[in-house]
Every structure is written in C-alpha cells, then in structure tokens.
C-alpha cells in the first residue's frame, strides 16, 4: 500500500465537516476509507480528526471500528489507532463491547464463531474487558476446545510500540453470561478445525494464534486476492512468513475455499522477502508426515514455482529492474535448494504443467538424475467421423447431444485449430447449441491440454477466454491448475 506523506486534501475537507453539513453515509465512508489506508504518515492525523470531532463522529467512528475491527483481525494499524482512542475516550470501549456482546447471537458459522473470540481475546489482552472473562465464556458453552488458540498474540509487543497507551487501562469491564445458538454443524466444524490445526501447529515453532489469524484474514478475503495479500501483508509482515504459509496450508486441508485461490495466493507471496526460504525448509518436514496428507499440495506448489521462475534461464536484468525488489528468478541460492529437494513426486506434477522437452541440457540431467523419465511420448489422435462444422452451421442440437464427448471435442479442436479466432468462434457456435455439463467440461479440459501441450500461447490465450465467459467453472478449474493457475496475473 503507497504511502502518501500529504493527507488527502478530500478526507480532510469532509472529516472535517459536521454532521449538519454532510450526509450521515459519506461521513462513515470517509471515515471508514481514511482508517482503511491508514499508513504510519497519516497515523497522527487520523487519530487527531478522530479525538477531536469524537462527540460528533462517535456513532461514526463505533460503525467503523465494529466493521473493521470485528471482521478484519490482525490489522496493527487500526488495532493501535483504537487503542490509542480508546486511552482517552474508554466510551468508545463500552460501546464496541456492547456491539460485540450482540453479536455472538448473529453467529452463523465457524468463521463468525472464531473472529468473535478472537476479538473477545484482544479486548482482554489489552485490558478492556476483565480478565479470564474470555474462559468463562468458552467453559460456559463446551467449547475450551478452542482455548489453547488464545496463548499469545504476537502482535502485542508491536501495537504497544506504536501506540502512546498506558501500561493499564483500567476499564475492567465485566461482560454479561454469553450463551451461543451453536448449530451441530458449527459443532462438527470447530473439532474437525481444531483437528487439522493440531496437525500443523507443531511446525509453527510456538503456540500462538498466528495460524488462527491467518486462516481468518484468508477466509475473510478470499472473495478478492489482491485484496487478501494487502490485509495478509498488514499482520505478516516481517519474520512471520511461516504462520502465513501454514495458515493457507490449514485451508488446503480444509478444502472448504478453492483451490485455484489459495494456489493463487501462494503464488502472489513468493516475491516477498524470506517467504519462498521459508517454505523450501518446512516442504522436506512436512512431506514426510503422510498422515497431513497434503504432499499433492505440496508438490503442486513446487511445481508452480518450477515453471513461474527455474524453468528456464532468466537474462541479466537492468539495474532498475533489481532495484525494484526480490525477485525469485535472481536467487541463486533459493534456485539450488529448489533443485536439491526436486523427487519424483514433484517431477509427476511439473510433467502436468510443464513442457520438460525444451528445458536446456543442464537442467533435463538434474531431472533426469532425479527419476524423471523424459522420453517424448505421441499422442494418439484418433479419426473423427462427423462433420462438425455442418452439425453448428444447421444447429443440429439433438445430435450435437448425442454425440459421444470424446469425439465431439476432437472433432472441435481439430476444426477451431491453428487459428485461436476460428477455435473461440467454433467453440461459442458449439455453446449456443448445447450447454457442458461438470462432467462435460472436465472431459475438454483434459483433453484440451493433452491436444495442445506443445502450443503454450494458444493454451493460455484459451484458458484466459474460458474462465472470461465461464465457459468452464471454478470447481472444474481447480482440478487443472496448469491451465487456470499458472497462466493467471498474480504478479500483484
């Protein structure tokens, strides 16, 4: 996130306003875009707008904290930015404990139940509410299950930094009994959560809930990348790559998000310092332990990375170019130790993505002394006894239905090929006749990629097409992340 050493000149004049001379709704939307951004030059100045105008802004400034604070955990800025607040108006405390106190009858599922424990442990961490008030409460509903997840904030040592607050805030305010409406799938979720995390946190090196926050800040943002990666990089951002990494491994295993995003969110970090360092050390410990059975994720991943960086050999960059940040290709020690943990598990699934026949020598005898087996194979193309061009032409949709699959789509990629116009052309006749079931598009796209696996700019031009106009859906894509990752813009 840029920072800008000049507020903006618009938030000023807005903030400044009075309620009598602005719309109750762009008021919170200043305010709530200004806490947002919120970056170390403008700190000052926002915490000042806020304490200055607070009789004025507080139903404002409660609206903003209880959206921001309640639904984005992790975020230092603005957990210091209510601290210090809150050293000087404790209203805004009991106001927001109120808030958060209703909304445990609004608990819908695993999510809304960790995010609101998670936030009733920073009340407490940071003296708001009276303390073991947090236990209390999860005695109270059967769920101490989820109490080792409330040791330590790592965050603490850093917000306490940056903020002016006192050693005591002296509020110790109680909280009324909180009874939780749990639904037996909440239920079943927290176990099987908690079974999985167990499985992960003997690699985090401590017990904090750093895991936990990562997994919520993913599950909250996992509607936008970009947007998931900035909020990720406001907690994880300096020596705390692996929680990051084991928190989108935690997901994995849950395999309640999609795969293509968090494959996707993997790949957006590894420009960022130490992350990549990180995972080659953790990839040879977990991938001994079968019983995370997650060594498919694992060695899709590498080989993600095999063909986004060490694929082939990059050229001497400009001085502006290294300037600008790390950047894996330029590695040269993170390239040898990518090579010396290469097995055979992640040659299987480069051999997917990856067109191994036009790497150099030097690399093809890494791989070959690795167990790759990289004897050219044909591919069989069998005949194709219909005339499918006619069948389009005519809207012949009964027997474009009846036609087995398989020969339907040969028969599609031998008319609409070489010319990518004439295959979209082709393809978008052949769907206004038919609609392509799950089953359906699973068969195109393995055939597709076996069709066209030396033709790489016909396939990622393709790819980028289908995924445009939905020809194929996100729960198919996932299961050709070679088509539908690795060709994605993730450079953000």
Do not use: W
Not at 49 to 70: A, G, R, V
Not at 193 to 214: M, Q, R
Not at 354 to 370: A, N, T
Not at 452 to 457: E, G, I, P, T
């Amino acid at each position: 996130m840029e920072e800008n050493n000049i507020p903006d000149q618009t938030f000023q004049s807005n903030l400044q306003k009075t309620e009598e001379t602005i719309h109750y709704e762009e008021t919170i939307k200043n305010l709530t875009e200004c806490i947002v951004k919120l970056n170390t030059s403008e700190y000052e100045y926002i915490l000042n707008i806020c304490t200055e105008n607070f009789d004025t802004l507080l139903p404002q400034i409660l609206k903003t904290f209880e959206i921001l604070l309640l639904h984005i955990p992790g975020n230092m800025m603005i957990l210091a930015l209510f601290i210090d607040i809150a050293t000087e108006k404790p209203e805004l405390v009991s106001s927001l404990v109120q808030t958060l106190v209703e909304s445990s009858g609004k608990i819908e599922n695993l999510n809304n139940l960790l995010t609101f424990f998670t936030n009733l442990y920073f009340f407490e961490f940071y003296g708001f509410i009276k303390y073991s008030e947090l236990y209390k409460i999860l005695e109270k509903n059967d769920l101490l299950i989820l109490k080792p997840f409330f040791v330590r904030l790592a965050t603490g040592e850093e917000i306490v930094q940056m903020t002016k607050r006192p050693d005591e805030t002296n509020l110790d305010t109680e909280i009324p009994d909180i009874l939780i409406n749990k639904t037996q799938e909440i239920l079943d979720d927290v176990h099987r959560f908690v079974e999985n995390y167990n499985l992960l946190v003997p690699y985090s090196e401590n017990e904090s809930n750093d895991i936990l926050i990562a997994y919520l800040i993913i599950e909250n943002f996992s509607f936008n990348g970009i947007e998931c990666k900035e909020n990720l990089l406001k907690y994880f951002y300096k020596d705390k790559e692996l929680f990051l990494i084991l928190g989108i491994l935690l997901h994995l295993r849950l395999a309640k998000l999609e795969k293509t995003f968090l494959y996707t969110l993997f790949i957006r970090f590894t420009k960022e310092d130490n992350f990549l360092k990180t995972f080659y050390s953790l990839y040879p410990k977990l991938i001994e332990n079968t019983e995370l059975n997650i060594n498919f994720h694992l060695n899709t991943l590498m080989a993600f990375l095999f063909e986004r960086y060490y694929k082939f050999e990059k050229k001497n960059h400009s001085l502006y170019v290294k300037s600008v940040g790390y950047d894996p290709n330029n590695d040269i020690e993170q390239k040898k130790l990518f090579f010396e943990l290469l097995n055979t598990g992640i040659i299987n699934e480069i051999q997917k993505f990856s067109d191994l026949s036009r790497i150099d020598e030097k690399m093809k005898s890494i791989f070959i002394e690795k167990g790759a087996d990289l004897q050219h194979k044909e591919i069989e193309i069998p005949e194709v006894d219909i005339n499918l061009s006619h069948l389009l032409e005519n809207y012949e949709t009964d027997v474009l239905e009846n036609t087995d699959r398989t020969t339907l789509f040969l028969a599609l990629f031998k008319l609409g090929s070489p010319s990518i116009t004439h295959f979209l052309t082709y393809l978008e006749k052949l769907l206004k006749c038919m609609k392509l079931s799950l089953d359906d598009q699973n068969i195109f796209c393995n055939m597709f990629q076996q069709y066209f696996s030396d033709k790489k700019s016909f396939k990622k031009f393709v790819a980028q097409k289908l995924v445009y106009y939905n020809v194929v859906e996100e729960s198919v894509r996932a299961s050709f992340p070679n088509l539908f990752i690795i060709n994605d813009n993730v450079s953000s």
